[in-house]
Structures are given as structure tokens and as C-alpha cells.
């Protein structure tokens, strides 16, 4: 996927997303989430940290190694320790914090010269991927926020570059459980809203993955439950991955209920 587009396509995406929460009133902010003790606040907070952090990882790697040294082990003590670093600040404040640790992560990826990778949390990664995890990471923490403030969000094409991620981090499901990943690959073809179809793997692949791509990207971030979308499966494995599919490493979390959305989208 060619830099310039993944980028642009994040920095839209976090834009978008502080256009949700900017007209709130402080109480609002407060509001509960799906995910269990986080708060509109919260889900905000911890966007800011993952876009220091990728941005630190980008532009300076000896800064990002002692973030990283010390949440090794711990990351979800990381995460919590980052809740409180950026939570503390009044709405106006970390939504600025937001904005700013988000463009300043786009530019730093954008910098990197070609070829070169960018350190990250278990392995290198070229920075278009990295920005595409940035787009899982909006998408699913943006979709707690909607959701908690009663907001549709219109999908849009920028979701092809989370359909490619959710094909690259297909075992992270498997892994996150302790249990061995399929050898074979799997065929993923994912309806854009547009109508095209974004196809990832190889054409005569006996385990597929078909379905609208927002449906997708809903499972993958675990903020639906698979019997309230449109994805299928063609194949025993691929049957299976539908219960397990994550897009992120570590612990899968709670997920969401059956019912839960089932009308919200």
C-alpha cells in the first residue's frame, strides 16, 4: 500500500474521530463505554498514548526503547499507568493532546526514509503497517465512543487499509489463546461501501472469509458479536476463526454480546 495513502487516510481518521467528542460537555465525556471502566475520557486518553508512543517509535528510537523497556512484561499496566497520564487533563486539553500526538505521529511515520523499519512493541514494522495499526487501534476504540454517544459512523474506503491488516495479523486470534495457526491461507474479499471488493490471499484458497468490510473490521476489533454481522465463512477453519478473530496482540478481552448491537449499525 503506497505510504502517502495509508497516512493520509490515518491522520482523516483520527480528525474524524476528534470531531466526535469535540462538542461534548465535560459531563459527556464521562460517559460509559461498551468496554468495561473506560469512559469516552478514556478511550481518547489511551488513543493519545498509542500515537506517542508510535510517533516516539518513528522518531526517536532510543526514547521509544525505554517506553518500551519499561512496559515490558506489563503492557496492560502501560496502558493503565498512560490512562492516568493523559486522562488527567480537562476535555479541552487531551482532546488537543489527541489531535497533536496524532499528527505529529503521521508526520514521524511519513519521515521514515524508504525501506527502513520502525521499531515497535514485538517486532519492527515498515510504517505503513504500523499506520494501518493505528487505524485498527481508532477504529475500535472510535466505534466504543460512537456507540456510548449513540453514534452511527458512515464506513468509508479508508477501511481497505484495516481489511489489509486484519489478512496480515490473521493469527494474532490463534496466538492470544495459546493454539497453533493454520498452515494454509485464507482468502478474505471484503465488500467496500463503494461496492468493490478489497480480496487479500489466494484466489483457490479452501478457507474464506466473505462479507461487507466494516462487518469485518466490527469482528476483528471484537465490537460485535459475530451473529449481528454479515461475515461468512467457507471452510472448517475459517468457521473456527470467526469465534477467535482479534486484530491486536495479547489477551482477546471480553468482546461483545450477542444482541448487544444488534440493530446499531
Not at 477501511?159 to 489489509?164: E, G, P, T
Request: proline share 7%; charged share 20%; with cysteine.
Amino acid at each position: 500500500m503506497p505510504a502517502n495513502d495509508v497516512l493520509k487516510d490515518l491522520a482523516a481518521e483520527i480528525e474524524e474521530t476528534a470531531r466526535l467528542v469535540e462538542g461534548l460537555d465535560e459531563q459527556s465525556w464521562h460517559t460509559a463505554t461498551p468496554a468495561t471502566g473506560w469512559s469516552v475520557a478514556d478511550q481518547i486518553a489511551h488513543l493519545t498514548f498509542i500515537f506517542h508512543l508510535a510517533g516516539t517509535a518513528a522518531s526517536d528510537h532510543e526514547g521509544f526503547a525505554r517506553i518500551a523497556e519499561a512496559a515490558a512484561g506489563d503492557f496492560d499496566g502501560a496502558v493503565n499507568a498512560a490512562l492516568q497520564q493523559f486522562n488527567g487533563f480537562p476535555p479541552g486539553q487531551l482532546l488537543g493532546r489527541f489531535r497533536a500526538l496524532g499528527q505529529q505521529s503521521v508526520e514521524s511515520l511519513a519521515a521514515v526514509p524508504e525501506g527502513e523499519v520502525v521499531p515497535w512493541l514485538v517486532n519492527p514494522l515498515p510504517p505503513t503497517v504500523l499506520a494501518a495499526a493505528g487505524i485498527m487501534e481508532i477504529f475500535g476504540h472510535g466505534q466504543d465512543i460512537a456507540d456510548a454517544l449513540g453514534v452511527r459512523r458512515e464506513p468509508s474506503e479508508r477501511l481497505r487499509h484495516l481489511v489489509f491488516f486484519i489478512f496480515l495479523t490473521r493469527d494474532f486470534g490463534y496466538l492470544s489463546r495459546g493454539l497453533t495457526p493454520p498452515s494454509e491461507p485464507f482468502r478474505i474479499e471484503a465488500t467496500a461501501p463503494n461496492g468493490e471488493v478489497w480480496a487479500y490471499g489466494p484466489e483457490d484458497a479452501a478457507n474464506r472469509i466473505t462479507g461487507p468490510a466494516e462487518d469485518l473490521c466490527l469482528l476483528a476489533t471484537r465490537r460485535r458479536h459475530r451473529d449481528d454481522l454479515a461475515v461468512v465463512a467457507t471452510g472448517e477453519e475459517a468457521e473456527r476463526w470467526l469465534d477467535l478473530a482479534q486484530a491486536y496482540r495479547g489477551p482477546a478481552g471480553e468482546g461483545r454480546a450477542p444482541g448487544q448491537f444488534a440493530h446499531a449499525h
